[in-house]
């Protein structure tokens, strides 16, 4: 088990969805960031459910941070805060014991810890813990404006419906400031009509819908970062998969650019008012593992949500038969929305990171 | 900088272009592994230069072992692994001193490591790392092995051109041995033929080509792996995104997922002769950052090289002023068949730690 | 700042004197560790003030777990327990803002986390952190007692006091499990009275005492640990001085083996009833990093509590004057029994990682 | 096993007494530090054995550097460095290939390896690893004097035979540099004379001696470090506990402060010139895990050599049998002199861990 992010900053989440509470430990921010409590409330706010989309679990989500500031800044000492679980229904889960849920990890976890393994709304691998990450995400959010630096996501695909895509050379920090303050965020308007018609769709089938949230970040000056292991990809990568149900991240142009030759694919180099600057960006603002200065940019995959109310084919544990699964309780049928926070908040994690590793 | 991977596996690459030598050091994999030298050579050879889609500089590229070995076994002390650099030249770069490359990682290693940096061939930052990172990942895949663990990658695309993907239920270990024997390792014959011509072609046009590596490992037990950051994942595209070149990961069907619903993508248990098994592999053999059993699948987009000899924009980094580039020396026009090797080695490296973090 | 110990194990501590609470987060202990909770608060209950001789901060300190367990038993996930703080009297501290308390963490702390740094009973330095070292201390004992390994420690000094040490070769499991029962830890009880009489005469002066803590530990196997950084004492030095106060720490006969030469300190092998012994154990118990299977024993030296009543001499930070500093608020004239249970926490953390680290 | 030190730093270990060569990795220093190879080379010449007091294993001990220069300069690239073991006598090892020398490591290691662990000559924890320790020591340090520290150590005594003192509140620069030009670093002329012949009596007698090393820092920044487990007391006694034979290590007045009452102890603060300062400094530099500006002060307590030639009572581990054992080849009689630059390196590495990890 390895729920603790970091090389410099160390981001330790822990918490199950029915235990007492989430919450995290963050150790090496340095002191004197200013921690706006109420910025930080609405970032998680974006993370928890709404609306006819999303499903039932409603908790007021506050956060209580139980020590790490002064007067609401950081004071050096490690930050460790908690969201209280209160809206818990374990037995809607009872019928869950032996009888894995596909493509949830009921499985795998009970192989890995055995029986010991809390399965109760999926235990430690509920997305519930995602409202841990996204304080600690909230809180680097926080850091990193301080240093100028802005992060951003959108969704970027639902299904086959898609988004405008961020102009990954001219995205500036405003437009990032207004996307992530959109509920539901997309750039194109039209696009959430269509999006929100075809989940409402999804939902009276029983059914559920994956897409592609795209990240940005502005601001990054040039050479943060490190070539092979510490990279921003690297760092960035291993904090996105973090997030469940995330199953694939590019940086730039991404898959696209093994159908481009290199003429077409490399980024030209041009100066503008004494500014190095790039006329593309398929490399999203990193080389080598480094900023190169322009617009960080990137995407994840994130599956469909596996809890549907379809019937579906699983197997008794215990006896080794093949039974048949409906699984009662709460789902959402896209969980995109929720998830644009979770991966601001996993590139503010990795990044800061990176930036605190730079001593040159 | 961080060229050290990994949480109880330590793997510390080191090397520069043009240094003495290129190497690695490995600590924590267990004694008692029998190191077979001639199979590690041969897995080095096949990410050495060769053929007429490769360019100039041929090493013999033999390792040499300081240390960890007791009469090839690994006696529990670190492994130490070099390779002399021999073929070098440094004047070849000359006109890059002040001229960063596109797409290359030059300008933001300088304004990472000032002008301390080593440029020649690319320095700490060139594809020559990868030897370091293959003898590191040889010798993983060795231990592995002798868990029953087999990994095997094959060139998945070049540009548009496609080879037959692995069967992501059906794959075996044969298939992968069969497969990692191959000089250039598509698995349809017929897609070798277009691929070559494809190359040759860039390369007499002065181009390069990207593309996509397919990876597969079977024999992983069911949890193997960790939730959140310590996952198989996490460790994975951290491993990947260490060798140059690579821009996207993605794991099962990946990005394609997301165009599916639940429905379609949940991967439905069902039990063999007392085995779990799932009917399809959608998940790539990983849930909630651990292994289910079933083969473990993904993909990593190679961007096309970035060396190549069409004139570029680049600019002048004392006089800020835009120039023309001509790129001299040594280009591969394409590096697939290069980098599968060192794709395997990224997994086996991540694998291998994740292994060794399980007691339970 | 770093909190967070261990590589395979991670305990983060959290807290200040005067933060809500103070907890710690332990991520990698094993699935299906039974928590027995009436022994874990007795196990606090020795760290907790009372009697005479300790400071009046009175709380209750019961451990509130909010994650990590299932019916008592580690459930795989990461494990997190908190203490509320309720007895917080931050005016006691007010004169103490720009003059520092000599001996005291106060004027480093300033310079490392700058006038953000939180004062309040020494903040994140002071002692009340160790309750959040001996929640993880405690649960990684009873894990080590789930195979068979007993630690248990002692008052092996105060100022020229002596207690009787711990027979190095004979020690055994049920004389730790009586030393760790006493509710002020000597081996001999004309000790105890001594001691008494010499605290409270400090006490009376307005002065401190200082002593060694001597621990021990048996049931370990031979060969765990590691050479150079990844050993036994690497691992118990670097958690013991995580403990405030410990000024130095020794293994087997410690500085004593400097007077000795080889042929009396060395630790002769012979053969009893088919099991490796020694006849001494100069060596603690560790060689080379690594258990050798006799008992491991060493030694922490713990400076006077640095808080007395009587008048110092202090500096004003802002002003640069020298001034006179009385301390008011609450003191212990000596913390020898106290610290007793968070050495032997910091042996017990430091050996599950070792134990943890293990895999061969 | 895990010879890897650090956090930002990244110092791997690696090599074995009989193996091709012993060397090291170190991964994370700033780039720009200028390397001074000559300066290098006399800090490795004081490792070396030498005189009539060492034995008789003599290599050139030169430095050979694999990577991570540019011009002599640090390029930012991981540093590998290497020296070759020429003077390799196995055969003196075979009597000892069932019957573990007391004392040393054999018998752990073999129970921590297996049959694989390589005895000849110690193997991974021969003292000949140290020559690794102090490559990468002798950097640091001189990474360390471009920042103004300045570290240097001395014997302190060797048996009961003590050296003078340094002066904990007013050792300078210049003394530290003087003390570390010495062949055989002792601050008392006489007390040399006084070691050699009990050092030469011991050697004539077949038997060896033991010592304390007492080490200084001077000019570190105060609120250098970190509380709780990242501090300096944490990293330096990890390190040195790193040097095989070390076993006790305590800062300033170390374990006689636990005969001293707070008010004795305490180290009342006091301005000169408008810098802070301590009249005394029984802390000897460090005040919760971090500096207060004044020296850094410690001693380590070496072991006397356990390789001694007088008949020893061993087993035989095959037979399980008791044994008469006699030692042959090379052994020193006392390593306190070889063991001072061990020290300095050991504490040169923790300390620039700990620098590097300062980012406030």
Same mark, same amino acid.
Request: aromatic share 6%.
């Given at each position: ?32 960031? /200013? ?7 609405? +970032? ?15 908790? #007021? ?38 009888? *894995?849920? *596909?493509?949830?990890? %009921? ?17 430690? +691998? ?32 639902? !299904?086959?419906? =898609?988004?405008? #895509?961020? %102009? ?8 990032? &400031? ?9 750039? %194109?308007?039209?696009? $959430? ?8 769709? !999804? @939902? ?42 995330? $199953?694939?991240?590019?940086?730039? &142009? ?9 003429? /077409? ?11 190095? $600057?790039? /006329? ?22 994130? =599956? ?13 544990? @215990?006896? =080794? ?6 699984? =009662? ?23 800061? %990171?990176?930036?605190?590793?730079? @001593? &040159?």
């Amino acid at each position: 088990m390895s729920s603790v992010f970091g090389e410099r900053l160390k981001v330790a989440l822990f918490g199950q969805s029915h235990s007492e509470a989430v919450g995290v430990c963050i150790d090496g921010l340095p002191s004197g960031i /200013k921690i706006n409590m109420e910025q930080l409330k609405q +970032f998680l706010q974006r993370r928890a459910a709404k609306g006819d989309i999303s499903r039932q679990r409603r908790e #007021p989500d506050i956060p209580e941070f139980l020590s790490g500031l002064n007067n609401d800044y950081t004071c050096g000492a490690p930050i460790s805060v908690i969201i209280r679980n209160t809206d818990v229904k374990s037995a809607d889960y009872n019928n869950l014991r032996d009888t *894995p849920r *596909p493509s949830h990890a %009921d499985y795998a976890a009970k192989c890995r810890f055995g029986d010991y393994t809390d399965q109760s709304g999926g235990g430690h +691998f509920s997305g519930r813990i995602t409202a841990a990450l996204c304080i600690a995400g909230g809180i680097c959010i926080q850091y990193l404006e301080s240093l100028g630096i802005r992060i951003g996501a959108h969704i970027y695909s639902v !299904a086959d419906i =898609k988004d405008r #895509p961020f %102009d990954p050379v001219g995205i500036t920090a405003q437009q990032l &400031n207004i996307i992530t303050q959109n509920e539901f965020p997309v750039i %194109d308007k039209n696009t $959430k009509k269509q999006i929100m018609e075809r989940i409402v769709a !999804a @939902k009276n089938d029983g059914d559920s819908l994956g897409g592609i949230i795209e990240f940005a970040v502005v601001g990054v000056s040039p050479g943060v970062g490190a070539p092979h292991f510490g990279g921003l990809e690297n760092k960035i990568s291993s904090a996105a998969f973090g997030v469940p149900a995330v $199953k694939g991240i590019e940086f730039g &142009n991404g898959f696209a650019c093994t159908e481009l030759t290199g003429s /077409k694919n490399n980024d030209a180099f041009y100066v503008e008012n004494g500014v190095i $600057k790039t /006329k593309t960006n398929n490399s999203g603002g990193i080389i080598g593992g480094m900023s190169n200065g322009m617009p960080l940019i990137g995407r994840v995959a994130v =599956k469909p949500t596996p809890s549907i109310s379809k019937q579906q084919d699983s197997v008794n544990l @215990k006896t =080794k038969e093949n039974v048949k699964l409906n699984i =009662k309780g709460r789902h959402d049928p896209c969980i995109l929305h929720r998830a644009v926070p979770c991966i601001e908040s996993a590139v503010a994690i990795a990044l800061t %990171d990176c930036i605190l590793c730079d @001593k &040159n």
